[in-house]
């Protein structure tokens, strides 16, 4: 019996083996005649010379996708070691688990695994592949710019878009920041600070100030947005409750060929003067039956914080 033994570099094992290690059950499956065992990165196959010699040219086309992309789906290990791939997953054992079913959507850095908790998250995964444009709506803790970013991240990660741009209208001070003390990034990132602390739990710290700072992920007040045409770029309008339908047919109508667009909010939590109505209200009304527009609701259930907010937003109720 040969021995081949491999050293994992610069692959996370998270992200290679799967989830509850599912990728390295199916391919310790695909390949029945070798024995593998895998201790943090190193890897020993034990076979005969003709086994091991067709393992480590499927195995190593695996390791050079999830080095370049840093991903791995079930779709995408299945075209690598062309077969159909069915994964068991507890309750029903004909389930084939895929993003919108549970899957990771993004793996992150120090283990942190992101994936849809919950059915109306899980909804926004599989409607991306089909809608350019989502609305996702629902009260606070329920993931839906979490869900959002790890898309966008996910989206980049797959060479899918060039960029992503992160925006927010920065209401509390009326999109007129320059009384605030400091430079301009000093001045909008408090209200920025949500969008950063998803993608501290996505990208790994130093590729992600090299992302702000190539422009690769631009995060900035939605003011900015004015007169662009963005394209070839996953872009995300988060807390649109607090946007006027001027401000929202502004952000929309920048939306180039190759775009995808998702838009967050939670009715429940206006911040715009009295006299003014927030854009949801209208867009949920004008855009419910375009082909291409998906709009999804979230609810309590669908939280995802301390088991507490959900009991908080119950005892709301519909006090705004």
């Not at 899980?122 to 009260?139: E, L, Q, T, Y």
């Not at 920048?254 to 209208?282: C, E, N, W, Y």
Request: net charge neutral; proline share 4%.
């Amino acid at each position: 019996m040969n021995e081949l033994l491999l050293t994992l570099d610069n692959i996370n094992p998270l992200v290679l083996w799967g989830a509850n290690n599912e990728y390295f059950e199916v391919i310790k499956r695909h390949f029945p005649k070798i024995k593998i065992v895998a201790r943090g990165n190193e890897v020993k196959i034990l076979g005969d010379e003709n086994e091991l010699a067709a393992f480590s040219g499927r195995f190593n086309e695996i390791l050079d996708h999830v080095e370049k992309f840093q991903s791995l789906n079930t779709n995408e290990l299945g075209n690598l070691l062309n077969t159909k791939i069915t994964i068991v997953s507890q309750g029903d054992a004909s389930q084939e688990k895929v993003a919108g079913n549970g899957e990771a959507i993004v793996f992150g850095p120090n283990g942190i695994i992101v994936k849809a908790r919950t059915a109306n998250q899980r909804r926004m995964v599989a409607s991306i592949d089909s809608n350019d444009v989502i609305f996702a709506i629902g009260p606070a803790g329920t993931g839906k710019t979490y869900t959002a970013v790890a898309l966008a991240v996910r989206a980049l990660k797959n060479k899918e878009i060039k960029r992503i741009i992160l925006t927010r209208p920065a209401v509390e001070a009326g999109e007129n920041l320059g009384f605030l003390p400091g430079d301009m990034k000093e001045k909008i990132d408090p209200y920025l600070r949500p969008l950063y602390d998803a993608l501290d739990d996505m990208i790994p710290a130093e590729k992600l100030k090299l992302y702000l700072e190539n422009r690769t992920i631009e995060i900035a007040p939605l003011a900015f947005m004015r007169g662009r045409t963005l394209d070839n770029c996953f872009v995300i309008l988060d807390e649109a409750q607090n946007t006027t339908d001027m401000q929202l047919k502004m952000f929309l109508t920048r939306m180039g060929p190759s775009a995808k667009f998702i838009v967050t909010g939670d009715v429940t939590q206006i911040d715009l003067p009295r006299k003014q109505q927030s854009s949801l209200h209208t867009a949920l009304r004008l855009f419910a039956e375009i082909k291409g527009i998906d709009i999804i609701y979230l609810t309590g259930e669908d939280v995802v914080r301390h088991k507490l907010v959900k009991k908080i937003l119950e005892a709301y109720g519909d006090i705004q």
